[in-house]
């Protein structure tokens, strides 16, 4: 059973999405505002959240900028009507590990927080130290810092989420399909470029030799 915080304002879709998880076994905790619901997510009670975009007090842009500035690695889905590109990118580069628009089918959420939370165990399981180091780069995975050949190397969310996904697995190859799933849980075109363009972000701020390309395999960080 998973501890679920659901911060969403508009009571109807609150009510059904807690109904739908309580009946999957979990134990869901609705909120309405975003101030509450950041308070809520901190407090490290929870296994993942639903968060809406749109709310009172703080918006959900902002819950998820305070939330990562802290440290909190809590996963989140955001749930909103807005879908735009522009703001699925603010999300996700916010630190949302997944982005479902309004209206949305219930079994489609389920199988994302489904997904999210098994995401969650087992680097959960492979993470119990505060920091990883691999081929010359050190992220420290509590404050959320990385640093490269000594000197500090600013990352967006993305940018972390990937160098610490490519770290947990250093050594080994990482196919695009692989990355896209873990890193952005998101369903890209399978032809897109997002992760040849990020892998390309990072080797420029870690250094070339620190990811290699694997040709028709995928990328393989330097161990």
């Keep these: 059973m998973a501890r679920i915080l659901i911060v969403e304002d508009e009571e109807r879709i609150a009510s059904f999405v807690a109904k739908g998880?309580?009946?999957d076994g979990h134990r869901a905790t609705t909120v309405g505002d975003g101030r509450?619901?950041?308070d809520h997510a901190l407090?490290?009670?929870?296994?993942?959240?639903?968060?809406?975009?749109g709310l009172p007090g703080l918006d959900g842009f902002?819950?998820?900028?305070?939330?990562?500035?802290?440290?909190?690695?809590?996963?989140?889905?955001?749930?909103?009507?807005?879908?735009?590109?522009?703001?699925?990118?603010?999300?996700l580069e916010g630190g949302a590990d997944d982005y479902v628009p309004k209206p949305f089918r219930f079994a489609e959420l389920l199988a994302r927080i489904r997904l999210r939370l098994r995401s969650a165990e087992s680097a959960g399981s492979a993470t119990s130290r505060d920091a990883l180091e691999a081929g010359g780069v050190r992220l420290d995975l509590r404050t959320r810092r990385a640093s490269a050949g000594g000197r500090d190397v600013e990352l967006s969310a993305r940018e972390f989420a990937l160098a610490e996904t490519l770290m947990l697995n250093a050594g080994q190859v990482l196919s695009r399909e692989q990355l896209l799933d873990q890193v952005w849980g998101f369903d890209f075109d399978p032809g897109s470029n997002v992760v040849d363009v990020y892998v390309g972000?990072?080797?420029?701020?870690?250094?070339?030799?620190?990811?290699?390309?694997?040709?028709g395999m995928g990328y393989r960080f330097a161990s």
């Design 21 to 23: 998880l309580s009946a």
């Design 201 to 215: 972000y990072l080797r420029k701020k870690f250094g070339a030799g620190a990811i290699t390309t694997v040709r």
């Design 36 to 38: 509450v619901g950041l």
């Design 62 to 91: 902002e819950v998820l900028d305070q939330l990562r500035s802290q440290g909190s690695r809590l996963p989140v889905i955001v749930l909103t009507a807005r879908d735009s590109v522009s703001d699925t990118v603010s999300a």
């Design 43 to 53: 407090s490290g009670d929870f296994d993942l959240m639903v968060l809406d975009i």
